[in-house]
Antibody, heavy 122, light 107 residues
C-alpha cells in the first residue's frame, strides 16, 4: 500500500525551529519528486516547496514566503522526506502535508499524507 | 506567478442536483489543471488531472473540462458524500498554485 506518514509537528515559539518528517512506503521513494503543502486554520492550500529525485538533480525549490527559512531534504536510504523550518512566524501555523505526483500525471498530487500540525505561538 | 480565481466561493445544493465550479487562471495553462476534494480534518483527494482525466477510483459523476484560462468541475448528481471543499490547482508552470476553494454545502 502506498503511504505517506508525517510526524514532527508541535507547538513552537516565534523565532524557533522545527523539523518535520514524512515516511514513505509502498513505492520507489528515490524516484519520486516530493512536495510539502500547508493549510493554515480555516484557509486554503499553499504549496511550500519541492525536492526532485537525485536522478533528476536532487534540487529544491521553496515558495517565496518560506524561502531562506525552510529547507527541504531527503534520505532515500530511509525513504524519508524532511522539512527543516527555522525562524518560524505565527503565520507559519498550519497543517503540513507531504505529497507527490506518483503516477507522473503532470504535477497533480495523487498521494498525500495525513498531515502534521504546526502551531507557532508565544 | 499565475493567479487562480475560483468561483463561487461557496454554494448550497441538494442531493441529486448538478453543480458546476469554475476556475480561471491569469495566464493560459493549456490543460494542466487539477481538481481536489477535501473533507474536514482530512487530506485533499485528487479527483481530476489534465483538466478532464478522472483519477482512478473517482466516481463518474465528477467531470472536468476546459483549457487555456477557464476550467470547470461538474458534479452531475450530488451525493451526500460530495459535500466538501473543492480546490483547483494549476500544474503548468512553477510554482504550483491552488485556487482559494469552493465550499459545497447542503441546502
Amino acid at each position: 500500500e502506498v503511504q505517506l506518514v508525517e510526524s514532527g509537528g508541535g507547538l513552537v515559539k516565534p523565532g524557533g525551529s522545527l523539523r518535520l518528517s514524512c515516511a514513505a512506503s509502498g513505492f520507489t521513494f528515490s524516484d519520486a519528486w516530493m512536495s510539502w503543502v500547508r493549510q493554515a486554520p480555516g484557509k486554503g492550500l499553499e504549496w511550500v516547496g519541492r525536492i526532485k529525485s537525485k536522478t533528476d538533480g536532487g534540487t529544491t525549490d521553496c515558495a517565496a514566503p518560506v524561502k531562506g527559512r525552510f529547507t527541504i531534504s531527503r534520505d532515500d536510504s530511509k525513504n524519508t522526506l524532511y522539512l527543516q523550518m527555522n525562524s518560524l512566524k505565527t503565520e507559519d501555523t498550519a497543517v503540513y502535508y507531504c505529497t507527490t505526483d506518483l503516477a507522473l500525471i503532470g504535477d497533480a498530487f495523487d498521494v498525500w499524507g495525513q498531515g502534521t500540525v504546526v502551531t507557532v505561538s508565544s | 506567478d499565475i493567479q487562480m480565481t475560483q468561483s463561487p466561493s461557496s454554494v448550497s445544493a441538494s442531493v441529486g442536483d448538478r453543480v458546476t465550479i469554475t476556475c480561471r487562471t491569469s495566464q493560459g495553462i493549456s490543460i494542466w489543471l487539477a481538481w481536489y476534494q477535501q473533507k474536514p480534518g482530512k487530506a485533499p483527494k485528487l479527483l481530476i488531472y489534465g483538466a478532464s482525466s478522472l483519477q482512478s477510483g473517482v466516481p463518474s459523476r465528477f467531470s472536468g473540462s476546459g483549457s487555456g484560462t477557464e476550467f470547470t468541475l461538474t458534479i452531475s448528481s450530488l451525493q451526500p458524500e460530495d459535500f466538501a471543499t473543492y480546490y483547483c490547482q494549476q500544474a503548468n508552470s512553477f510554482p504550483p498554485k491552488f485556487g482559494q476553494g469552493t465550499r459545497l454545502e447542503i441546502k
